[in-house]
């Protein structure tokens, strides 16, 4: 298993309050990923990050920002929690960013996080 | 935005039937990967397809890659207990560096009863 850690594993929250999830790698992999997975949608990237300070946005990133200060950490910041931010947060990592398209994504174990 | 169009969403069938699992897009893909997932942990990758008209068998799942690289199809022979879980695939762009994460479809939910 490809060493990736998420914490918290589980957190709940008010509406309005800042909220940091973090994603630690052992892999020394390069590209990191967040998405939130929810009933009915799927997997949804929200940012990701393509080397220490290179971050981009994915598809639902409003209301969400990273920071990647070292190759191993990975982190998301909802700046002030919404009921609609409640979801399952995964982290995932890939060693070449998909180069023609082929690589490995290996993930976390996710975070669930609720916003009452 | 690309989609991914996975059915059936919910599958429920017993040990030792034979199913498919679709994957379908308007897109073309320079890859497919399918994966698999178990409650309360993230996907696992099963396989990955790249070429067109590509087959790959892992065990009793047969996977295959349509020729335009738009659609993908899950085979799974004598289905068993130990199979049930979230299949989902994705699809890699790959043009311009493609790092930028996979596309999901939503996923199919396989029950196998004993």
């Known amino acids: 298993d490809a060493g990736i850690t998420q914490s918290p594993r589980h957190k709940v929250t008010e509406t309005g309050t800042p909220v940091t999830l973090r994603c630690h790698q052992t892999?020394?992999?390069?590209?990191m990923y967040w998405y939130r997975q929810d009933p009915g949608h799927g997997l949804r990237l929200i940012h990701y990050s393509y080397g220490v300070k290179d971050t981009d946005k994915g598809e639902v990133s409003d209301g969400y920002s990273v920071s990647r200060s070292k190759t191993e950490d990975f982190l998301l910041t909802l700046e002030s929690a919404t009921s609609s931010q409640t979801s399952v947060y995964f982290c995932?990592?890939?060693?070449?960013?998909?180069?023609?398209?082929?690589?490995?994504?290996?993930f976390g174990p996710g975070t669930r996080l609720t916003v009452l | 935005t690309q989609l991914l169009e996975q059915s059936p969403q919910f599958l429920s069938i017993q040990e030792g039937e034979n199913l498919t699992v679709y994957c379908n897009s308007s897109?073309?893909?320079?890859?497919l990967q399918w994966y698999r997932q178990e409650p309360g942990e993230g996907p696992v990758l099963l396989v990955t397809v790249v070429t067109g008209g590509e087959v790959k068998k892992l065990k009793r799942l047969t996977f295959q890659f349509g020729d335009a690289r738009k659609d993908s199809s899950l085979h799974i022979t004598a289905a068993q207990p130990g199979d049930t879980g979230l299949y989902l695939c994705a699809g890699a762009r790959g043009s311009g560096g493609g790092a930028d994460g996979l596309t999901f479809g939503k996923g199919t939910h396989l029950i196998i009863q004993p």
């Open positions: 995932a990592i890939s060693e070449f960013g998909f180069p023609g398209g082929t690589d490995t994504q290996y």
């Open positions: 892999e020394n992999h390069r590209y």
């Open positions: 897109s073309v893909f320079s890859s």
